[in-house]
């Protein structure tokens, strides 16, 4: 069964502060998505990553795919209010199955 | 481009009753998969259609089911409703169905 495992489940910070999430797995995905989702609205979807050590920059967000394809980290810059919500990856692997995998999330308040 | 949407946004029902949620994916996008996103569990894998056939599926009772239209346009049923199956459920499209989705902003189920 593949699994991705997200840290920290919880995140509480001071807006300004730097930030860093991460999204870790032992398959090996050929992609890897981002996205955020605001309480009862669908999930944004903010970048897709597919090389191994691929590096994506998004305004105060930046995105890297691990080496070996199986993890990935969010690190968001000067924080704010905005940023705040439930941060998802999603893994997509060409296995027998094709399906794409979604972690559990972490939730992350941006405190004024 | 129009984005995916869901209908309806809420719906309140009792127990033992049934409901069809409806999911009309991005114009051009083949793949529809569907989520039941609760608080302790998560965003759960429900299946996926692709071009109208069941392509994958997830680990839940035969009371839910689901259909893909010829223009893609899904639905989702779910019978004998229980109290568990109050959620978000969310549809999402996307080109192939293992790469990037496009979700809906869902359907609230509240079950009485």
């Known amino acids: 069964t593949q699994l991705l495992e997200q840290s920290p489940q919880f995140l509480s910070i001071q807006e300004g502060e730097n930030l860093t999430v991460y999204c870790n797995s032992s398959?090996?995905?050929?992609?890897l998505q981002w996205y955020r989702q605001e309480p009862g609205e669908g999930p944004v979807l903010l970048v897709t990553?597919?090389?191994?050590?691929e590096v994506k920059k998004l305004k105060r967000l930046t995105f890297q795919f691990g080496d070996a394809r199986k993890d990935s980290s969010l690190h968001i810059t000067a924080a704010q209010p905005g940023d705040t919500g439930l941060y998802l990856c999603?893994?997509?692997?060409?296995?027998?199955?094709?399906?794409?995998?979604f972690g559990p999330g972490t939730s992350l308040s941006v405190i004024p | 481009k129009a984005g995916v949407t869901q209908t309806p946004r809420y719906l309140i029902k009792t127990r033992g009753q049934q409901v069809t949620l409806s999911c009309s994916p991005i114009?051009?996008?083949?793949?529809v998969s569907w989520y039941q996103q609760t608080p302790g569990q998560g965003l759960q894998f429900l299946f996926e259609?692709?071009?109208?056939?069941?392509?994958n599926k997830g680990n839940f009772p035969g009371r839910f089911s689901g259909r893909q239209f010829s223009n893609s346009r899904s639905e989702m049923n779910v019978s004998t409703l229980e109290l568990g199956d109050s959620a978000l459920y969310l549809c999402?499209?996307?080109?192939?169905?293992?790469?990037?989705?496009?979700f809906g902003p869902g359907t609230r189920l509240t079950v009485l």
């Open positions: 398959s090996v995905f050929s992609s």
């Open positions: 990553v597919v090389t191994g050590g």
């Open positions: 999603a893994g997509a692997s060409k296995t027998s199955y094709d399906k794409v995998i």
């Open positions: 114009s051009g996008h083949r793949s």
């Open positions: 999402a499209s996307s080109l192939m169905g293992i790469d990037e989705q496009f």
């Open positions: 259609y692709f071009s109208e056939t069941q392509r």
